[in-house]
């Protein structure tokens, strides 16, 4: 896995970079405005070094004395807090219409006038901060047409502009340098400082040159179709690299500003080792801070802002380890010198020698065997490597084996990029899919190929791997068309088929025990065999048309293929273990069930053992094609994988429901219909309890007192194990184990004792925590065992839950850190498919915290007691 950064890494961000609000020039904002005190708090957090910012990020344009002082006031505040640094400052010349026509270059006087003084307002600040760089970008320093600018006059001005600052701040006794960000074009047409070596040309007409350097930035360089890494290697010769922004851009474009390493990756590996390591013969490094300056994503939440800053860092990381890693490697150094790299540092005229020395010495031209010194016969090394198979090597041995995994859950699709080997997160993207029960698979399709896009594209990967919602229904003529929108797992319109499908087979527990024995569990309204049923029922025109049936993640794979034909249809154990046709225990498909279910027997999809492959990706969807397609899995079995769940490894996941699974080495066969007795994505089985009250629970409870899930934590953890009596049975939107669809939530042993707002939150945790032991507790009766809980979702971020966690199952809790895990699963099948072996490739989660307490029985007996006094709605 990725390190996790520290500020000794010297990682910043700009206040803006987080703080987008994702409007752009065709939509308005899709985030809320960030707080610039959260801001320093996250990204302390995250491991960042130091945030910079704008004047207008942090103080409102044309706000009085007073309120500036409070913003400031606030915001060292939080840095005091944090410990982060500013290590930069800029001033905002472009947002606000005066700067239409530029700051230091416009043509009317009093707007240069009014931007040097709002510049030198935040030039103070930026010293009373503590910065050391003033960065300078002239967006608006420009024309969109020739005859509308006097280039001369406002390079004139421009460095009036300069050497006014620099004057000032010599005179304050500021330790302060100042950089030059140059950028091509966007917003104007044309900028006047367009490429690292116009702004070198401009500081050489300066008065104080030596406080006056360059910041460029990824995109703006890329964007114009330059070598970055070239251009930072010539900012170092000539000790102007002042600062740097890091970002990613894909090619000749608009300004993309994508999270670092998610455009041009190999550009990205030359450029960290040339920061960190000062080009293959040495030079001059760099140590100042690495400084972001991207945009998440327009298609992110918070929560996603927050993880595309941690990528960015954990890519620069990852690119120094594979850097150092390069250096060391034998091969590398071979290359390098077969190639003659070292030989460049050696001066082309000898100590001493003059033009008429060098023309006196016949050796270096007139007894030259061109032929000998041609590229493929080195006659000083008797290599006969070309430079072809030497860039070759140098190439081969910087790769990184890369894997995709996908997770295509209902809300949205994810893609993960990591190292196959290590595991290591290298990008990753996310596009959202539509609202609703039942949806057109397109849009699956249209979300995974926008994500795939988002993360930096997939023609360097060697495999993929989807993971998919369970359960879902896709149904496909005998042209592999869709059929009708896929019914989805949450889609309750065939709850009557599936009790007539228990019905129709004995009914009560003769039924229950039927399906259990066949299917490995019981219908209900979520499997594929009970649409299947609805749609017999309730469509027969579209049923009649029906030639083949498969799940989301079975799709998407077979699309990725090139959808070659129906017969080419894939899936896995794990996702087939859902559809209610399929047996765990005999590793079989149960036509007869389906014909039971939807009256004539449908093309299947084959089952694929766990590193088979699916086939091969289709040539134009993301590179050239020829990656291999891992088998996929359901989500459920993919988020197992991903966390490295093992035989004697509960999974309970905390989100709006919750999920209770095993890991087992046989399969399970409840007739009560508790247990799902599914397969698992690694060769054994899966069975698995869902709650309908999980997270949930504790959103209520916070909002009855009041108080942040923080603040709720905090008074749950004050209060005794046990609450002193006081208990919550959490079926607030009914329960599903047990199976109380009606039931609603209660409380019970209310004193004046236990009438405080700390005994109501411990109440809610432990009523949480009880509900999903039951489901441990049903899964032990499958005979699962549990040798330590390995808690994820949402509700894990609670201190609270951590805490009490282990007091209620009765063993140890690990917590991994948050993560894409269903993706991260998908992406190590497509590890294992593509490397191969037994096993799939071992890959360290770091940063797991282990809780462990003695566990507290009478939490459970009084939930116990409590438990089946509830009402039910009416």
């Given at each position: 896995?990725?390190?996790?950064?520290?500020?000794?890494d010297?990682?910043?961000?700009?206040?803006?970079?987080?703080?987008?609000?994702?409007?752009?020039?065709?939509?308005d904002?899709t985030?809320p405005?960030?707080?610039?005190?959260?801001?320093?708090?996250?990204?302390?957090?995250?491991?960042?070094?130091?945030?910079?910012f704008?004047?207008?990020?942090?103080?409102?344009?044309?706000?009085d004395?007073?309120?500036?002082?409070?913003?400031?006031?606030?915001?060292?505040?939080?840095?005091?807090?944090?410990?982060?640094?500013?290590?930069?400052?800029?001033?905002?010349?472009?947002?606000?219409?005066?700067?239409?026509?530029?700051?230091?270059?416009?043509?009317?006087?009093?707007?240069r006038?009014?931007?040097?003084?709002k510049?030198l307002?935040?030039?103070?600040?930026?010293?009373?901060?503590?910065?050391?760089?003033f960065?300078?970008?002239?967006?608006?320093?420009?024309?969109?047409?020739?005859?509308?600018?006097?280039?001369?006059?406002?390079?004139?001005?421009?460095?009036e502009?300069?050497?006014?600052?620099t004057?000032?701040?010599?005179?304050?006794?500021y330790?302060l340098?100042?950089?030059?960000?140059?950028?091509?074009?966007?917003?104007?047409?044309?900028?006047?400082?367009?490429?690292?070596g116009?702004?070198?040309?401009?500081?050489?007409?300066?008065?104080h040159?030596?406080?006056?350097g360059?910041?460029?930035?990824?995109?703006?360089?890329?964007?114009?179709?330059?070598?970055?890494?070239?251009?930072?290697?010539?900012?170092?010769?000539?000790?102007?690299?002042?600062?740097?922004?890091l970002?990613?851009?894909?090619?000749?474009k608009?300004?993309?500003?994508?999270?670092?390493?998610?455009?041009d990756?190999?550009n990205?590996f030359?450029?960290?080792?040339?920061?960190?390591?000062?080009?293959?013969?040495?030079?001059?490094?760099?140590?100042?801070?690495?400084?972001?300056?991207?945009?998440p994503?327009?298609?992110?939440?918070?929560?996603?802002?927050?993880?595309?800053?941690?990528?960015?860092?954990?890519?620069?990381?990852?690119l120094?380890?594979?850097?150092?890693?390069?250096r060391?490697?034998s091969?590398v150094?071979?290359?390098?010198?077969?190639?003659k790299?070292?030989?460049?540092s050696?001066?082309?005229?000898?100590?001493?020698?003059?033009?008429?020395?060098?023309?006196?010495?016949r050796?270096?031209?007139?007894?030259v065997?061109?032929d000998?010194?041609?590229?493929?016969?080195?006659p000083s090394?008797?290599?006969?490597?070309?430079?072809?198979?030497t860039?070759?090597?140098?190439?081969?041995?910087?790769?990184?084996?890369?894997v995709?995994g996908?997770d295509?859950?209902?809300?949205?699709?994810?893609?993960?990029?990591?190292?196959?080997?290590?595991?290591a997160l290298?990008?990753?993207?996310?596009?959202?899919h539509?609202d609703g029960t039942?949806?057109?698979?397109?849009?699956?399709?249209?979300?995974l190929?926008?994500?795939?896009?988002q993360?930096?594209?997939?023609a360097?990967?060697?495999?993929?791997s989807?993971?998919g919602?369970?359960?879902g229904?896709?149904?496909l003529?005998?042209?592999?068309?869709?059929?009708?929108?896929?019914?989805?797992?949450?889609?309750?319109?065939s709850?009557?088929?599936?009790?007539?499908?228990?019905?129709?087979?004995?009914?009560?527990?003769?039924?229950r025990?039927?399906?259990?024995?066949?299917a490995?569990?019981?219908?209900?309204?979520?499997?594929?065999?009970?649409?299947?049923?609805?749609?017999?029922r309730?469509?027969?025109?579209l049923?009649?048309?029906?030639?083949?049936v498969c799940?989301?993640?079975?799709?998407?794979t077979?699309?990725?293929a090139?959808a070659?034909g129906?017969?080419?249809?894939?899936?896995?154990?794990?996702?087939?273990?859902g559809?209610?046709?399929?047996?765990?225990?005999?590793g079989?498909?149960?036509?007869?069930?389906?014909?039971r279910?939807?009256g004539?027997?449908?093309?299947?999809?084959?089952?694929?053992?766990?590193?088979?492959s699916?086939?091969?990706?289709?040539?134009g969807?993301?590179g050239?094609?020829?990656?291999?397609?891992?088998?996929?899995?359901?989500d459920?079995?993919?988020a197992?994988?991903?966390?490295?769940?093992?035989?004697?490894?509960?999974?309970?996941?905390?989100?709006t429901?919750?999920?209770?699974?095993?890991?087992?080495?046989v399969?399970?066969?409840?007739d009560?219909?508790?247990?799902?007795?599914?397969?698992?994505?690694?060769?054994?089985?899966?069975?698995?309890?869902?709650?309908?009250?999980?997270?949930?629970?504790?959103?209520?409870a916070a909002?009855?007192l009041?108080v942040?899930?923080?603040?709720?934590?905090?008074?749950?953890?004050?209060?005794?194990?046990?609450?002193?009596?006081?208990?919550?049975?959490?079926?607030?939107?009914?329960?599903?184990?047990p199976?109380?669809p009606?039931?609603?939530g209660?409380v019970?042993?209310?004193?004046?004792?236990?009438?405080?707002?700390?005994?109501f939150?411990?109440?809610?945790?432990?009523?949480?925590?009880c509900?999903?032991a039951?489901?441990?507790?049903?899964l032990?009766a499958?005979?699962?065992?549990?040798?330590r809980v390995?808690?994820?979702?949402?509700?894990?971020?609670?201190?609270a839950?951590?805490?009490?966690?282990?007091?209620?199952?009765?063993c140890p809790?690990?917590?991994?850190?948050?993560g894409?895990?269903?993706?991260?699963?998908a992406?190590?099948?497509?590890?294992w498919?593509?490397?191969?072996?037994?096993?799939?490739?071992?890959?360290?989660?770091?940063?797991?915290?282990?809780y462990?307490?003695?566990?507290?029985p009478a939490?459970?007996?009084?939930?116990?007691?409590?438990?089946?006094?509830?009402l039910?709605?009416?």
């Amino acid at each position: 896995m990725a390190p996790r950064p520290t500020p000794a890494d010297k990682f910043s961000f700009g206040l803006w970079t987080v703080g987008w609000q994702a409007r752009d020039p065709f939509g308005d904002a899709t985030r809320p405005e960030l707080d610039a005190v959260e801001a320093v708090h996250r990204l302390a957090e995250l491991g960042a070094y130091g945030i910079t910012f704008h004047d207008d990020d942090l103080i409102p344009f044309g706000a009085d004395a007073a309120t500036r002082d409070q913003h400031i006031a606030r915001f060292r505040k939080a840095l005091d807090e944090t410990g982060l640094v500013v290590p930069m400052v800029t001033t905002n010349l472009f947002t606000h219409p005066i700067f239409k026509d530029g700051g230091f270059t416009s043509n009317d006087r009093d707007v240069r006038r009014f931007a040097l003084r709002k510049v030198l307002r935040q030039v103070d600040l930026a010293a009373e901060l503590g910065a050391s760089t003033f960065v300078m970008w002239g967006g608006r320093e420009g024309s969109e047409y020739d005859l509308a600018k006097d280039v001369q006059a406002a390079l004139d001005r421009y460095r009036e502009a300069v050497n006014l600052l620099t004057q000032y701040s010599i005179d304050k006794g500021y330790n302060l340098r100042f950089a030059l960000e140059p950028k091509p074009n966007e917003p104007r047409g044309d900028i006047l400082l367009p490429t690292i070596g116009h702004a070198l040309g401009f500081i050489s007409q300066l008065e104080h040159p030596e406080l006056v350097g360059l910041n460029p930035e990824v995109g703006h360089e890329q964007m114009a179709g330059l070598n970055y890494a070239h251009g930072i290697a010539q900012a170092l010769w000539q000790g102007k690299l002042f600062h740097l922004d890091l970002n990613g851009q894909r090619g000749i474009k608009y300004d993309q500003d994508l999270v670092f390493g998610h455009g041009d990756l190999m550009n990205a590996f030359a450029l960290v080792d040339l920061l960190e390591n000062g080009g293959p013969n040495g030079g001059p490094t760099y140590d100042g801070p690495r400084h972001f300056d991207y945009k998440p994503s327009r298609t992110e939440d918070m929560d996603g802002v927050w993880a595309s800053a941690a990528a960015n860092m954990s890519t620069y990381l990852l690119l120094k380890e594979r850097a150092a890693a390069f250096r060391a490697d034998s091969e590398v150094v071979e290359a390098l010198a077969a190639s003659k790299v070292g030989e460049l540092s050696t001066p082309t005229l000898a100590d001493g020698e003059g033009y008429q020395e060098f023309l006196a010495d016949r050796s270096a031209f007139e007894d030259v065997d061109v032929d000998a010194v041609a590229p493929g016969a080195s006659p000083s090394s008797g290599s006969t490597s070309s430079p072809s198979s030497t860039c070759s090597a140098l190439a081969e041995a910087a790769a990184m084996p890369l894997v995709a995994g996908v997770d295509s859950s209902t809300q949205s699709c994810k893609v993960v990029i990591r190292d196959a080997e290590t595991g290591a997160l290298l990008r990753q993207g996310r596009a959202p899919h539509p609202d609703g029960t039942e949806v057109d698979p397109e849009a699956w399709w249209q979300a995974l190929r926008s994500a795939a896009d988002q993360a930096g594209g997939l023609a360097d990967v060697a495999a993929i791997s989807v993971a998919g919602q369970q359960h879902g229904m896709v149904c496909l003529d005998e042209d592999g068309r869709v059929v009708r929108p896929a019914l989805l797992w949450n889609d309750t319109r065939s709850a009557d088929a599936a009790a007539d499908l228990v019905e129709e087979a004995g009914g009560g527990t003769a039924g229950r025990q039927f399906w259990a024995e066949a299917a490995g569990s019981v219908p209900v309204a979520s499997f594929t065999i009970t649409k299947l049923r609805w749609l017999a029922r309730h469509e027969p025109e579209l049923a009649a048309r029906v030639a083949a049936v498969c799940l989301p993640h079975d799709w998407l794979t077979w699309r990725l293929a090139g959808a070659p034909g129906l017969g080419a249809l894939r899936t896995d154990r794990g996702d087939a273990s859902g559809t209610g046709y399929w047996s765990p225990a005999t590793g079989d498909y149960r036509l007869d069930l389906l014909e039971r279910g939807f009256g004539r027997r449908l093309v299947v999809p084959e089952v694929l053992g766990p590193a088979e492959s699916a086939g091969k990706l289709a040539d134009g969807l993301g590179g050239p094609g020829g990656a291999l397609l891992g088998a996929g899995t359901g989500d459920n079995a993919a988020a197992a994988l991903g966390v490295g769940a093992g035989p004697g490894d509960v999974v309970v996941s905390i989100g709006t429901s919750g999920t209770v699974c095993s890991v087992a080495d046989v399969p399970a066969a409840d007739d009560s219909g508790a247990v799902a007795g599914f397969a698992d994505a690694s060769g054994r089985f899966l069975p698995l309890v869902c709650t309908l009250n999980a997270a949930r629970v504790l959103d209520a409870a916070a909002a009855m007192l009041g108080v942040s899930l923080d603040e709720l934590a905090e008074l749950a953890l004050s209060a005794p194990a046990g609450a002193d009596g006081l208990v919550m049975v959490p079926y607030l939107e009914g329960e599903r184990t047990p199976n109380r669809p009606l039931a609603t939530g209660a409380v019970h042993g209310l004193t004046l004792r236990t009438s405080t707002p700390a005994h109501f939150a411990r109440a809610a945790v432990e009523g949480m925590l009880c509900a999903l032991a039951d489901g441990l507790d049903a899964l032990t009766a499958q005979g699962a065992t549990a040798r330590r809980v390995i808690l994820v979702g949402g509700g894990a971020r609670s201190a609270a839950v951590r805490r009490i966690a282990p007091q209620v199952f009765g063993c140890p809790v690990v917590v991994p850190p948050a993560g894409e895990y269903v993706a991260d699963g998908a992406a190590r099948q497509a590890a294992w498919v593509a490397l191969g072996g037994a096993a799939p490739p071992v890959w360290a989660v770091e940063g797991t915290e282990e809780y462990a307490a003695e566990r507290v029985p009478a939490v459970r007996d009084q939930y116990a007691a409590a438990r089946g006094l509830v009402l039910d709605r009416r």
